[in-house]
């Protein structure tokens, strides 16, 4: 049970509402309501009456409302107490994104950590997975957010894993396999594939599972990042991998994803330096943990 979800359920009892509680707490309001229902899976409890009108308390609403209103009291008097030692009252966090991670929530999850910490500055960096782990190693970013290389980490760099993503096809609507809805790699050897920048790992991941279904792919052009990619497949290039949270989050016409036999899947997590712990750190590492629990 996480203090901020606790924010949440407050801010739905105080103005009865999902949407306005969700701006209150400047988060979407898929993830509010996510949270909660997750909390109240662990508590075995409904906490809401949920109809068209908006949300009401329950019994059990109410009495975890008075607790929650206390517990927030006490541990919002010992932060504020605490902060003073720890150093979260006042600093800067420099973090490196790469272009793809809806799979975690990474906008909401960045609207919470800064409603938490409002006086704490956020720089972020975006660039690929290879340049975050220099970027780390230089100590120009404190915190990188990418996918995991298929080679090991750096000793001197913990990980974390925050979620996964699946790959899955985007063709043109006209395309041949287009009514298919699942294919196999072995079926894509004649195709023309648009792949992702060279030294990704996403190229690197979709190249070896290529070669593993027996070929070599025929790449005509390469995309920064997957929503020019989807564009490329639009305008009837080629075929390209990728990640199925992408298709989730955008919808082209004339573009038909399809899921493919093999699993081609990316773990997307966390990595910091570990001789660069501070209190900020070590904050933001747990609250993103926290987050995707």
Known sequence: MEIYTMNYVLAVADLGNFSLAAQACHVGQPALSQQIAKLERELGITLFYRNSRGATLT?????FVIRAREIIRRTEALEAEMAFYAGLHKGSLTLGIITSLQCIDFG????SFCYNYPDISVNILQDGTHRLVDLLLERK???GFLNRPLTE???SLDFA???EDYYSLAVPSLHPLAKRGIV???ELKDEHFIFHQSGQVASELCLNACRDAGFEPNIVCRSGSPTTGLYMVQGGLGIAFLPSEE???RSLNGVTEL???ERIVKEVGIAWRKDSSSPLLDAAVQFAKGWVK
């Open 59 to 63: 019994e059990a609403g109410k009495e």
């Open 108 to 111: 909401d999850m960045l609207s």
């Open 141 to 143: 970013i404190d915190l």
């Open 153 to 155: 980490l750096p000793s």
């Open 184 to 186: 196999s790699l072995s």
């Open 161 to 163: 894993k925050l979620g």
């Open 259 to 261: 899921k493919l036999e």
């Open 247 to 249: 298709f989730l989050s």
